[in-house]
């Protein structure tokens, strides 16, 4: 049983990061001819509705995180019955979740007209905004009632499913939309394309359970003295969801009011946010894999020194990641945009430079995130980052209208480096009492690299083309290489190494003796 989560994790992680690289190299393709099919208007129009009712998925409360939590828990008792109590229960509570996401939606729908009134007034916009907005509060809706299921099979570690599921999506999603685009539906049908996948999607995930789980909801025996518990777990994660809202959306709002700014304005800040975005999504791949594990280690009371080995092995494997996209983009983001999205988007490369820099740090501390939440000890992080997403929120407003889009984007990354740098970092050292001295003694040269490689790109193309497309391509693939070997040769350790080299050896081995 242990060897097959042991393997599971490991092909999970594998295929995670598959999936994060064919997510990455899609969007290369795919968004360049969807800003020419649906004009930068309509996609800002797209991207400011996907915003709003992103403040749909507050309406979970953070039980979200509470469902993975308490599934573990009870696996790791053996508590079946147990399991499947909680699992009626929750399937009640999202039910109920879903419901008021759909009814939130409609009101915000038909109250639109009074924050875009102004800035919204060509080609029927709002009314198409508001079209937009009820589509995607069903999708959010729906996405809330198979939430426990999703729960199940992540907390019984089934993440060959997951990631399986995870690629065809973001393989089909492209072509869907694509394919609706061209048969001119623009943004309207891309709503509803994505709203049928994410049906099929969670209808795969609930016959998964069933099928293949072997668990079902019970109803009759429901752990109902739980709730309060939940709730007030739930209500720091939930408190920690509306400052990420405020950091990743509000910015979106803000600017789409503005008259002079409105789909445009937000077009631009988008593509910026884009490449913060997917930088997010590569380093998570590897968290969402962990994150049953470090439950499972924290319900068995493990050390803080074991906790800080985790914490600075995964650190360490997002790290090489977070610093090769992260210093790739400073070195050829501005060439890169110019060719991919075309001319009126060049704010868009300080928008990615003033999010993604900050968002390094965080980023390979996740592990440390998860471990609060586990211990639940996560309300000192929800308060300081409240705080810090409110001054975020008016230094935006202030901003906004004298800097433009790049002002806002400036304000939160500021934002970002108080609260999860400098904050978060005493947090976990002097109250969590894991070891950040060591975890960035261990992190630290990994940087080192990047940043000379990094300067070393950025004065080479003084006298470059890099805007001719064949010498960008050229560029970047020399620029990866050189990465990965300078870090094979002079940074990484043996561990680090044999993750690659011996499931390469496993699979020579297999061919040598079919031979």
Known sequence: MKNRNMNQVRLGAILSYLNMAIGSLIPMFYTPIMLQLMGQSEFGLYRLSSSVTSYLSLISFGIGSAVVRYFTKYRAEGDKDGEQ??????????????????????????NLGIFYSDSLDSDNQLQRMQILTILLSVNTAVGFLASPYNAVVTSHERFLFVQCVNIITTV????????????????????????????????????YVRKNLHLKPKYNNMPKKLIKEILLFSFWVFLANVVNQLYNSTDTLIIGSVPALATVGVAIYNIGATFSSMMTNISLGMLNVLTPKVNMLVFKNASNTELTDLMIRVGRLQCYIVTLVCSGFIAFGMPFIYIWAGKGYEDAYWVALVTMIPGCVPLIQNIAMNVIVAQNKHKF?????????????????????????????????????????????WYYWKKIKLDIPRFWKSVLPLFIGPFIMCIITLLISKFIDFYNVKVLFIGILAYAVIYVLYNWIVIMNQYEKDIFVVPVKKILNKFRKKV
């Open 172 to 207: 089909v999603t492209p072509i869907a939309n694509l394919v609706v685009l061209f048969m001119g539906y623009k943004s309207i049908g891309l709503v509803c394309s994505s709203l049928l996948l994410t049906i099929l999607v969670q209808i795969c995930y609930i016959i």
């Open 85 to 110: 109590n909680i699992f009626g229960l929750f399937n009640i509570v999202f039910a109920i979740i879903s419901f008021l996401a759909l009814l939130v939606g409609v009101i915000i729908s038909l």
């Open 381 to 425: 992080r929800s308060l300081v980052y409240l705080a810090i997403a409110i001054v975020n929120v008016v230094g935006t407003i202030l901003c906004v209208e004298p800097f433009g889009i790049v002002g806002a984007a400036v304000v939160s990354g500021i934002s970002f480096v108080i609260g999860q740098f400098f904050v978060m970092n």
